[in-house]
């Protein structure tokens, strides 16, 4: 295949800045190409990726040309990124150029028009002032992750609502629906809950409601949902009063350290933990463990890091593509690090359920929810933020596959001062099938 051209000069320079074949073709704005085999191409569309690769060379400054459209790959977006994985991965993590390397990029830049100031970053880039994990600065990095459109969810969630990951029970059946695996999670984490008529149950983040709807509906509890989100919130109220069950249904848009209504006989708090941050966690924890009565029972549901953090967080401060696009101040912890601040409140760990794979599915499901509805999303949210949303399920996926993040439920309970816990001696058949 030919290399002439833009993409025959960028596909030059990133094989001796790597020692190793492109992962995948390029094609780049003058229609040239570089690269071989089958499989998907990565498309330059303009120079001013490149400019903005040149001032920001790492995954932020891929980032903003895929947001901005000036990236863009044709064919299996999943296949493309698996296939860049690694190099993306050694590009945050290694050193910066050499003298020669830097001369180099420069001299390619110049031959192809790219040299120039920097760019504005896309407007969807998330840019965050006051004190971290301040409940302000809170509401305002759930804003831009959540207030976005309540279409463009329903567009990419489905008629469910649910933004966690979904429980398979029935394989590869086509006639199981992201509808019904998402009603089965939900009922999962009420039988964990051990939930009753006439309990109160306290969802912490409940999204757009669909838990705590579940929950009354199937199990007569009185449910109060917290979310930080209005938009969620005055869905979540419109839902609540359409289903009939405003009388056992409450909606807060409120901060979860603003609720002091407890005791509660069950919490859950799904997805939500991922928000908080390390130094949140032992106010979270300690303010769960207060609202909930001794015997109740807690489930938290969330992403977890698995082993170290990657080397451009850990040594280099790099932000990446999820925090300044998607989770804006999230912090991901291990699963031995969310035991170990769950058992520092107070709480007994009684099982731990991982569903990574269960993950990875449901993000699929999404990405095709995405793409079937384009049109309808990018009405919503603007093009810029549907690009976001498409590659940050995608990568999610991969990530998911490759190990290198996972989900847990772990069900904890809060023991009576004498030691009792109220759980049942033995495991119910169907908590961690």
């Given at each position: 295949?030919?290399?002439a051209?833009?993409a025959?000069r960028?596909?030059?320079?990133?094989?001796?800045?790597?020692?190793?074949?492109?992962?995948?073709?390029?094609?780049?704005?003058?229609?040239?190409?570089?690269g071989?085999g089958d499989?998907?191409?990565l498309?330059v569309?303009?120079?001013?990726?490149?400019?903005?690769l040149l001032?920001?060379?790492?995954?932020?400054?891929?980032?903003?040309?895929?947001?901005?459209?000036e990236?863009?790959v044709?064919?299996?977006?999943?296949?493309?990124?698996?296939?860049?994985?690694?190099?993306v991965?050694?590009?945050?993590?290694?050193p910066k150029?050499?003298?020669?390397?830097?001369?180099e990029?420069?001299?390619?830049?110049?031959?192809?028009?790219?040299?120039?100031?920097?760019?504005k970053?896309?407007?969807?880039?998330?840019v965050?002032?006051?004190?971290?994990?301040s409940k302000k600065?809170?509401?305002?990095?759930?804003?831009?992750?959540?207030d976005?459109?309540?279409?463009?969810?329903?567009?990419?969630?489905?008629?469910?609502?649910?933004?966690?990951?979904?429980?398979?029970?029935?394989?590869?059946?086509?006639d199981?629906?992201?509808?019904?695996?998402?009603?089965?999670k939900n009922?999962?984490?009420?039988?964990?809950?051990g939930?009753?008529?006439?309990?109160?149950?306290?969802?912490?983040?409940?999204?757009?409601?669909?838990?705590?709807?579940h929950?009354a509906?199937?199990?007569?509890?009185r449910?109060?949902?917290?979310?930080?989100?209005?938009?969620?919130?005055?869905?979540?109220?419109?839902?609540?009063a359409?289903?009939?069950l405003?009388?056992?249904?409450?909606?807060?848009?409120?901060?979860w350290?603003?609720?002091?209504?407890?005791?509660?006989?069950?919490?859950?708090?799904?997805g939500?933990a991922?928000?908080?941050?390390?130094?949140?966690?032992?106010?979270?924890?300690d303010?769960?463990?207060?609202?909930?009565?001794?015997g109740?029972?807690?489930?938290n549901?969330?992403?977890?890091?698995?082993g170290r953090p990657?080397?451009?967080t850990?040594?280099r401060?790099?932000?990446?593509?999820?925090?300044?696009?998607v989770?804006?101040d999230?912090?991901l912890?291990?699963?031995?690090?969310?035991?170990?601040?769950l058992?520092?409140?107070?709480?007994?760990?009684?099982?731990?359920?991982?569903?990574?794979e269960?993950?990875?599915?449901?993000?699929?499901?999404?990405?095709m929810n995405?793409?079937a509805?384009?049109?309808?999303a990018?009405?919503?949210a603007?093009?810029?933020r549907?690009?976001?949303w498409?590659?940050y399920?995608?990568?999610?996926?991969v990530?998911?596959?490759?190990?290198?993040i996972g989900?847990?439920?772990m069900l904890?309970?809060?023991?009576?001062?004498?030691?009792r816990?109220?759980?049942?001696?033995?495991?119910?058949?169907?908590w961690s099938?």
């Open positions: 295949m030919s290399s051209g833009a025959g960028i596909g030059a320079l990133i094989e001796r800045l790597l020692g190793r074949p492109l992962p995948l073709r390029i094609r780049t704005w003058d229609g040239a190409q570089a071989s499989g998907p191409v498309v569309r303009s120079r001013r990726a490149l400019r903005r001032w920001q060379p790492d995954e932020i400054g891929l980032a903003r040309g895929w947001v901005a459209g990236l863009d044709d064919g299996d977006l999943e296949e493309a990124l698996s296939r860049l994985d690694d190099t991965r050694e590009l945050n993590g290694r150029l050499t003298a020669a390397e830097r001369a990029v420069l001299r390619v830049a110049v031959t192809l028009g790219a040299v120039g100031p920097p760019l970053p896309p407007p969807e880039e998330a965050l002032s006051g004190e971290r994990h600065r809170d509401r305002a990095a759930v804003s831009h992750h959540y976005v459109g309540n279409d463009f969810y329903e567009t990419v969630l489905g008629p469910s609502l649910v933004y966690s990951c979904a429980y398979w029970t029935r394989g590869d059946d086509p199981y629906t992201l509808e019904d695996a998402q009603r089965d009922d999962l984490i009420c039988r964990k809950l939930l009753e008529p006439g309990m109160r149950l306290l969802d912490v983040g409940c999204g757009w409601g669909s838990l705590v709807l929950a509906r199937e199990y007569g509890v449910a109060v949902g917290v979310t930080v989100s209005t938009a969620q919130a005055d869905y979540a109220e419109r839902r609540v359409d289903s009939g405003g009388d056992l249904v409450q909606i807060r848009n409120d901060d350290r603003d609720v002091v209504d407890g005791p509660f006989d069950a919490i859950a708090s799904v939500m991922e928000h908080l941050g390390a130094q949140s966690w032992p106010a979270y924890v303010r769960l463990h207060e609202l909930l009565r001794p109740g029972r807690l489930l549901h969330q992403i977890v890091r698995k990657p080397r451009a850990s040594l401060g790099r932000r990446t593509f999820i925090d300044a696009y989770f804006p999230g912090e912890l291990t699963t031995g690090e969310v035991v170990n601040r058992e520092a409140g107070g709480f007994e760990i009684r099982d731990v359920h991982a569903l990574r269960h993950y990875a599915r449901t993000l699929r499901h999404w990405v995405l793409e509805g384009w049109d309808r990018v009405s919503s603007g093009e810029g549907a690009r976001v498409r590659l399920m995608a990568g999610s996926a990530s998911f596959d490759a190990g290198r989900v847990d439920q904890a309970v809060r023991l009576h001062d004498d030691g816990s109220d759980m049942p001696m033995v495991r119910p058949v169907g099938a």
